[in-house]
């Protein structure tokens, strides 16, 4: 089993803009939330990887709540310190 320790989770946004464009009016198509942070992204690969790992570091509020729901659905194993804070 290998820890990876992420002390600055976040949550990685990405969207998909058709088209985009210089100086126009771009509108976004689609977003996606996805968590992240370096030993959340060691952890995700490592996953791809067929390795087992454990992601652990501070986590806190509804954006802690969210990454770790992410992490559960992607199979990934979690322990994270919780505090008050808002990742």
């Known amino acids: 089993m290998i820890y990876t320790v992420t002390l600055t989770?976040?949550?990685d946004k990405t969207v998909v803009i058709h088209d985009f464009a210089l100086d126009q009016?771009?509108?976004i198509r689609s977003v996606r939330l996805d968590p992240g942070g370096k030993g959340i992204n060691v952890s995700k690969t490592l996953?791809?990887?067929g390795a087992d790992s454990a992601a652990t570091g501070v986590i806190g509020g509804n954006t802690g709540w969210f990454i770790?729901?992410?992490l559960d659905e992607?199979?990934?194993a979690h322990d994270f310190v919780t505090v008050p804070e808002e990742t």
Do not use: D
Request: with cysteine; proline share 7%.
């Open 9 to 11: 989770p976040a949550l």
């Open 47 to 49: 996953k791809a990887l």
């Open 68 to 70: 770790c729901e992410k």
């Open 25 to 27: 009016v771009n509108r």
């Open 74 to 76: 992607m199979g990934i």
